[in-house]
């Protein structure tokens, strides 16, 4: 079983940037992938970031050259680096993994790009 506390989430204007985090119960290298999902208000959730099997990372298009993902193996944390946020980036954020062949989520962390 795998369990995270998320942080970072806020109110930022637009061309701001914030930092999440995502500490997970488990050490990084015993999850299959690891990264970040998000859900905006009457949307799918939709996937932003993550690294999979061998640390490779993978971005969505939407996301691209604004975000970046990154970790720290000792503190079994995941970060979301936002930069230059975008009112369409709004939405709930959560953190994701796979252990084994089970999906495990966050609880999820508020980010309101607004002026």
């Known amino acids: 079983q795998v369990q995270f506390v998320e942080s970072g989430g806020g109110l930022v204007q637009p061309g701001g940037s914030l930092r999440l985090s995502c500490a997970a119960s488990?050490?990084?290298?015993?999850?299959?992938?690891m990264g970040w999902y998000r859900q905006a208000p009457g949307k799918q959730r939709e996937f932003v970031a993550e690294?999979?099997?061998?640390?490779?990372?993978d971005y969505a298009d939407s996301v691209m050259g604004r975000f970046t993902i990154s970790r720290d193996n000792a503190k079994n944390t995941v970060y979301l680096q936002m930069d230059s946020l975008k009112p369409e980036d709004t939405a709930v954020y959560y953190c994701?993994?796979?252990?084994?062949?089970?999906?495990?989520w966050g609880q999820g962390t508020q980010v309101t790009v607004s002026s």
């Open positions: 488990r050490s990084l290298f015993s999850l299959y992938l």
């Open positions: 994701h993994a796979i252990f084994g062949v089970t999906n495990y």
């Open positions: 690294f999979t099997s061998g640390s490779r990372t």
